[in-house]
């Protein structure tokens, strides 16, 4: 499962909310990871 469009896709697709299916092994330079972190301000 791909999640979140790139620069690469067309602006149908470029959004958080895009998935795709890819083979596990699939390269290209199209795919990468996003860090996510969380903080709780009180």
Same mark, same amino acid.
């Given at each position: 499962?791909?999640?979140g469009g790139s620069w690469n896709n067309n602006r149908e697709n470029a959004r958080?909310?895009?998935r795709n !299916?890819?083979?596990p092994g699939n390269r290209n330079?199209?795919?990468g990871?996003?860090?996510l972190?969380? !903080?709780h301000i009180e």
């Amino acid at each position: 499962m791909v999640r979140g469009g790139s620069w690469n896709n067309n602006r149908e697709n470029a959004r958080c909310a895009y998935r795709n !299916s890819t083979h596990p092994g699939n390269r290209n330079n199209n795919l990468g990871f996003r860090v996510l972190c969380v !903080s709780h301000i009180e």
